[in-house]
């Protein structure tokens, strides 16, 4: 049995979820410890939807699930870090690879990449 | 003037550290506004110690400061990612390189790498 620290934050650990192949960061999300769980026994990234307050297998609309090779943990057990496949090529729901495609510079920000895939036509048909 | 969605989570943001040249995950920790503005002017990872309640300037102890090669913030602005030349080698106060360095394997937890310092020496002085 695994312990992960759910206390300290109310009930919910960031997830980081990142390119087995490249070690791109693609997204953070939180996991409760059924998410937790569910990711460990399906083997796709399960996590915790805080607008919806509920589980989130992610990719259930877009196709876009991300296959767990790796699963580690920080020094005190509050962060998890799943290294995926992520199926689709794209983690976040604009249609970017990585969520993480907004670089700071000069003070402003400055958008990287293009979405590979339109949000309208995958999350609203 | 760049606007980080704080109150999601009472105020506090998780910040991701990333080896620049490796792409390797170093540490989670957490910004408020004031780690997040001290972090842009300084260039050195500054971050909100939750258990000290106060600003922290990692490596202000052990002197393994992480020099910000380049910030990037995610889709909804709730989460940042710093990409940083990790002084010392080691981000963790464990000693390890990355503070991720428990594997689950197997339902188990497996320790991956060796320390690259004795905490104790680095921070009872």
Redesign the interface.
Known sequence: ??ELDFK?SGGLI?A?A?DYA????L??AYMNQEAFEAT?STGNATYYS?SRQALWVKGETSGNVQQVR????????D?V?LKVDQIGGAA???G?RS??????EN???RV?GNPLFDPEEVYNR
């Open positions: 049995m695994i300290k960031p980081i990142q490249t070690g791109e960061i997204m953070l460990l805080r790796e699963i580690r943990i920080d020094c005190d057990n962060t870090l976040c729901h604009t970017h969520c993480f495609y907004k670089l700071i003070g402003s920000i990287i």
